[in-house]
């Protein structure tokens, strides 16, 4: 149990929509990162909020964003999506400064 | 940029078999290492880390050493059990302003009775 939710659990969703996903993350991680896992890869860092603002962000166009709330909560918005999109998207809470992350169970977006 | 490399799976072994994972990396300065694993249908969950050359980490008979000479954390299990079925994913930590973590592709391991 690492007092990491994440919501939905899955989602399907056609090609030029746009998704929301959502993560809340015990009280004490208030930085929040994000990873996209692809069927049979490992996860991809998208980007890591701390303090409300982007600190940090991987390989991945701007039509990924997010956001961070007051309580710590998270989500991740893509815009236009497309079939590539398809994959496990994970949400990890820490604390700033500190290497350890902590998973939640992770949110299914199909693309068809 | 950092990298990292782990064997190819799947991997599959009867119970009480020994198991090694190989894991290499690539990383400026001096990353922190990880070992999760992922078990069907779930989220990453930390089976144990390393943050500096030569440390052991170690967890439910799970270990591996920071080699910084060979850049390697492999992982080994002296008897694994069915229950040890599962993802397992190598991954560093470089620091920074925001320890973004680097993942290998992960292995699958299957433990038959």
């Known amino acids: 149990e690492t007092g990491v939710t994440q919501s939905p659990t899955h989602l399907i969703k056609t090609r030029g929509q746009q998704v929301t996903l959502r993560c809340s993350s015990q009280s004490g991680h208030n930085t929040v990162s994000w990873y996209q896992q692809a069927l049979g890869q490992g996860p991809q860092f998208i980007f890591q909020?701390?303090?409300?603002?982007?600190?940090g962000r991987g390989n991945f166009p701007p039509r990924f964003s997010g956001l961070q709330f007051p309580n710590y909560s998270s989500e991740l918005n893509v815009n236009a999506l497309e079939l590539d999109d398809s994959a496990l998207y994970l949400c990890?809470?820490?604390?700033?400064?500190?290497?350890?992350?902590?998973f939640g169970p992770g949110t299914r977006l199909t693309v068809l | 940029g950092n990298s990292v490399t782990q064997m190819e799976g799947p991997v599959t072994l009867s119970e009480e078999a020994f198991l090694t994972i190989n894991c290499t990396y690539t990383?400026?300065?001096?990353?922190?290492l990880f070992w999760y694993v992922q078990y069907p249908g779930e989220g990453l969950q930390l089976l144990l880390k390393a943050t500096k050359a030569d440390d052991k980490g170690s967890n439910k008979g799970f270990e591996a050493t920071y080699r910084k000479e060979t850049t390697s954390f492999h992982l080994e299990k002296g008897s694994v059990q069915v229950s040890d079925s599962a993802v397992y994913f190598c991954a560093l930590s470089g620091g920074g302003s925001n320890y973004k973590l680097t993942f290998g592709k992960g292995t699958l391991l299957t433990v038959n009775p």
């Open positions: 909020y701390y303090r409300e603002e982007e600190n």
């Open positions: 990383a400026t300065g001096y990353p922190s």
């Open positions: 990890a809470g820490s604390l700033a400064g500190g290497d350890e992350q902590f």
